[in-house]
């Protein structure tokens, strides 16, 4: 068994109640074997020889009642390997807790703060305090939980990293019917498996997934009726419409603006009813076909 050596953060925020892990590594898809979450429940990060067990089993006790640090006592006590574990965890609630064997190859340790956990091994000195500084000041701005975590990894990466290097990174962030369609919790689930600069890209995807499934802000609605003729034109150009550009917005054009959002996946941001659509939808597909 390899030691995954990585820099991990998990976290909850109470305003939306999601809870995350994001993960970086010199490790082949390091997300699929140490990020774990689920709404109502919490989040765990297992790593160096990581127990994977540790994730499921972690999140059923932590559901259950248990706080990160109970959990984290109870599954390390019944492992024999426990030295050669590290694992962080955020519960329910938002209590988090970390811990760090005494065989991790060095540098290992972690910071736990209020509802955020941070830890790594194999690290360059100052890893973990530079995620947990940059975390602190992130979820005091702008942004969301997913944008904090990936500048808590950028950050933790600028002040050295996994000292072999980089291969891997991930974010996993979960709240109540949080996902696609809106009967999951899965609201963001997102990896880079192999690439030379795996937090870069890792960003570049968190922005993508704002872009596609981010919440529609009311501000930013116009009415239908006032874009039709740009979106006629437009539609024209496309292949979805054949009609006149009359500038009404009827059933004809309705359909055939559906059918384009859909073919760019940003249905979750207008489903093809009402009078109104999200200004971002039409800028995006403007600047695109337009």
């Known amino acids: 068994m390899q030691p995954i050596a990585t820099f991990s953060i998990v ?117 973990v305090e530079a995620m947990a500084a940059a975390f602190e000041e992130a979820r005091h701005g702008v942004g969301e939980l997913a944008d904090w975590l990936v500048g808590a990894l950028a950050a933790g990466q600028a002040a050295g990293g996994d000292s072999r290097g980089r291969q891997a990174a991930g974010v996993l962030v979960v709240r109540h019917n949080g996902g696609y369609g809106g009967n999951n919790d899965r609201y963001l689930d997102l990896r880079v498996d192999d690439d030379p600069e795996p937090i870069e890209k890792l960003a570049k995807l968190v922005t993508m997934h704002h872009l596609l499934f981010g919440e529609v802000d009311p501000a930013n609605l116009i009415p239908l009726s006032g874009a039709a003729g740009d979106l006629q034109a437009l539609l024209r150009r496309t292949g979805h419409y054949s009609g006149a550009a009359t500038g009404i917005f009827d059933e004809t054009t309705r359909a055939a603006l559906r059918a384009l959002v859909g073919s760019e996946n940003l249905e979750e941001r207008w489903d093809g009813t009402g009078d109104v659509i999200d200004r971002v939808v039409v800028d995006y597909i403007i600047d695109r076909f337009g």
């Open 11 to 127: 976290a909850y925020d109470p305003r939306k109640r999601e809870w995350g892990v994001a993960v970086q590594s010199k490790f082949l898809a390091c997300a699929a074997v140490v990020c774990w979450a689920r709404a109502d429940a919490g989040a765990v990060a297992t790593q160096s020889f990581a127990n994977v067990a540790y994730g499921m089993d972690g999140l059923n006790l932590m559901e259950q009642g248990s706080s990160a640090a109970e959990t984290i006592a109870t599954l390390t006590d019944a492992d024999d390997q426990r030295a050669q574990r590290q694992v962080g965890m955020v519960d329910k609630y938002g209590r988090a807790a970390s811990f760090t064997g005494d065989g991790c190859y060095e540098w290992a340790g972690h910071i736990v703060g209020e509802g955020f956990a941070c830890q790594g091994n194999i690290l360059v000195p100052g890893t």
